[in-house]
């Protein structure tokens, strides 16, 4: 079962995620004031092609380590140097294809930023592996402080030069300072031997390769929004999309992604268990649901306080956007805790298909309609998104007996919780405060009232519900000492229909 080491860990990394979101968000708020929104547009363009090639280099490795029952030394070491041998030929890819990336964008800027952004590759790859281990272990408090340090330091880096230089290689050279910062401070939390092995190469890629071309069209339909706005509209329309795309993903990374973290590690260990399996999973779908779901509340009910508050006016023109692209997180939450399932049993190669397929749809439908501004460009991304969700759900349902009605019926209180939350919140807040008080005030009362209506729901309404009872008693024991008695699961009623 999701036992209290999942949760303690999922906390200490969501507080790591969450401290270092917290100083992004404050460096989201300096940076808005001190650059503009071609500065960003640039940004964003180098962006996408660091990440690309990052994403590609790690791919299956990581979860390979993970997901693995019997590790040995040869296994780390060959996951650290196939990795590092990827991150070098794309190290000398980058740099081939700078001045062409430069010629497109017509920015002679981005020749050189490329050039030097593209040596995070090499300087993150020296990375101890040792801290694959500590996540393996659900061992999160050395992350948390290792992240924290690197995040701290390279904030005060940016912010600095900033202030002095007003331009955007402010955050060119602050990734250079957070890899090399994070690099050696690897070092200190780990003392894990590293080495260079191919040994069990053989053993790895039978693994990770559908994972490789998976990251790939993963990777790239989740930016494909980025590059078609970049190729249609102005580098500002780029720069002030990727703000809001920013926005939206910070309290995405800073809570969906530690929930989710440790949950590699916790399904595989049910993967010959159907019954057990499936239902962490429904467990997981229903924290997620309760998380997620208020999080796109607040976007979508309070977006011009949102905007106003953390960026300023000159944004104003992503208001409409932001509601919109809340949804992302929908999708992107539900559809990651289904990739993460079928990366416990090993169906790397339906994720592979399901990703080529979600990356062809999402490429025509963006190629075909006439997106001529930044809301209807959002609405169609967003939609497209929620569609392909939708349809992965029904896959996975019926390939792995997973009852989607079940599914439907966990997301319906938190939904409903949100709804009455927000609309309770617009009457009770007045609308002649200042903005900067009344987005606390709204968030204030908007997580209350959602709080005290999950509550109800839980005590209420749902105690018969074995998931709702179990996520209380995953709750309960995270903060007693005294073990919490969890219900059984029947074979009869989660099992195989």
């Known amino acids: ?93 980058i740099l081939i294809m700078a001045p062409t990336i430069s010629d497109y964008f017509d920015k002679p800027e981005l020749q050189l930023a490329l050039s030097i952004l593209s040596l995070t590759l090499i300087i993150s790859g020296l990375q101890n592996p040792g801290l694959i281990l500590l996540r393996r272990n659900i061992n999160y408090k050395p992350i948390f402080w290792l992240n924290f340090s690197t995040k701290f330091l390279s904030f005060l880096f940016v912010i600095t030069y900033a202030y002095f230089e007003r331009t955007f290689w402010a955050i060119i050279f602050g990734d250079i300072v957070r890899a090399t910062i994070a690099s050696i401070g690897s070092y200190l939390v780990t003392k894990n031997k590293v080495g260079l092995s191919l040994v069990n190469i053989k053993e790895q ?64 260990k049910f993967k010959t268990n159907k019954v057990k399996l499936n239902f962490n999973f429904q467990v997981s779908h229903l924290m997620l649901s309760i998380i997620t779901f208020p999080i796109v509340g607040l976007f979508y009910f309070f977006p011009s306080s949102i905007v106003t508050a953390i960026l300023g006016d000159k944004w104003l023109e992503i208001v409409p956007c932001l509601p919109i692209l809340s949804f992302l997180l929908v999708s992107w939450a539900g559809g990651r805790l289904i990739q993460i399932y079928c990366l416990a049993l090993g169906k790397t190669r339906f994720i592979f298909f399901y990703n080529a397929f979600s990356f062809v749809v999402t490429l025509v439908v963006l190629l075909t309609l006439e997106l001529r501004s930044l809301y209807d460009f959002s609405l169609a991304y967003v939609s497209v998104g929620l569609v392909l969700y939708f349809i992965l759900i029904n896959l996975i349902a019926k390939r792995h007996e997973i009852k989607k009605f079940k599914l439907l019926s966990l997301s319906i209180p938190p939904f409903m919780a949100v709804i009455i939350a927000g609309l309770c919140t617009q009457v009770i807040i007045p609308e002649k405060l200042p903005v900067a008080l009344t987005l606390i005030l709204s968030c204030v009362v908007f997580s209350l009232i959602y709080l005290a209506i999950i509550y109800m729901v839980f005590y209420f309404f749902c105690r018969t519900q074995l998931e709702h009872s179990y996520v209380r008693g995953l709750i309960l024991s995270t903060f007693k000492k005294k073990r919490i008695e969890i219900p059984d699961i029947k074979q009869s009623k989660y099992g195989a229909k």
């Not at 790239?220 to 500002?236: F, G, N, P, W």
């Not at 809001?244 to 929930?259: M, Q, T």
């Open 1 to 93: 079962m999701l036992g209290k080491k999942v949760i303690v860990g999922s906390s200490i990394f969501a507080l790591s995620k969450f401290t270092q979101r917290l100083i992004g968000l404050v460096s989201t708020l300096i940076l808005a004031r001190l650059l503009t929104p071609e500065d960003f547009g640039l940004v964003a363009i180098c962006a996408i092609f660091i990440a690309f090639t990052t994403e590609l280099s790690q791919s299956g490795n990581e979860e390979y380590i993970i997901q693995k029952q019997e590790l040995k030394d040869s296994d780390l070491h060959t996951a650290w140097t196939f990795s590092f041998i990827l991150r070098v030929v794309f190290f000398f890819l």
């Open 205 to 268: 890629w039978v693994y990770v390769k559908w994972l490789i071309p998976k990251s790939l069209l993963g990777f790239t339909r989740s930016q494909i929004d980025k590059v078609i706005l970049s190729a249609t509209l102005s580098i500002e329309d780029l720069g002030k999309y990727h703000l809001a795309r920013s926005l939206v993903d910070l309290p995405g990374n800073n809570f969906l992604v530690p929930i989710t973290e440790p949950l590699l590690a916790a399904f595989a």
